[in-house]
Nanobody, 126 residues
Framework: QVQLVESGGGLVQAGGSLRLSCAAS????????MGWFRQSPRKEREFVAC????????YYSDSVKGRFTISRDNAKKTVSLQMVSLKPEDTAIYYC???????????????????WGQGTQVTVSS
């Protein structure tokens, strides 16, 4: 089992910044990927960014590329998502997830992630 706990959400004005963190505990995987997804009302869960634990390879959705940065701390088993230049459309519940994903094309699929955190609300006001 893997447990994930997110923190760092909140309310911010457009153009502001927030930093989300996800702390992982429990078993680890040989090829696991940690990702951030988000979901707003009446929308499907959307991929945001991910990082491959073994080599630090990162990948971002087009909607956040250049504004969000994902990073990992191997020693602390945490993944962070630094978000700058936030927009009202970034408002959502943000979820951390982990999965043993062996193909890059699978990284954006929520169904390929095995464990999820409880989510943290990010609200960006205009």
């Amino acid at each position: 089992q893997v447990q994930l706990v997110e923190s760092g959400g909140g309310l911010v004005q457009a153009g502001g910044s927030l930093r989300l963190s996800c702390a992982a505990s429990g078993r680890t995987f040989a090829n696991y990927v940690m990702g951030w997804f988000r979901q707003s009302p009446r929308k499907e869960r959307e991929f945001v960014a991910c990082v491959t634990w073994s080599n630090g390879d990162t990948y971002y959705s087009d909607s956040v590329k250049g504004r969000f940065t994902i990073s990992r701390d191997n020693a602390k088993k945490t993944v962070s998502l630094q978000m700058v230049s936030l927009k009202p459309e970034d408002t959502a519940i943000y979820y951390c997830a982990v999965g043993e994903i062996t193909r890059n094309s699978w990284r954006t699929w929520p169904g390929k992630y095995d464990y999820w955190g409880q989510g943290t609300q990010v609200t960006v006001s205009s």
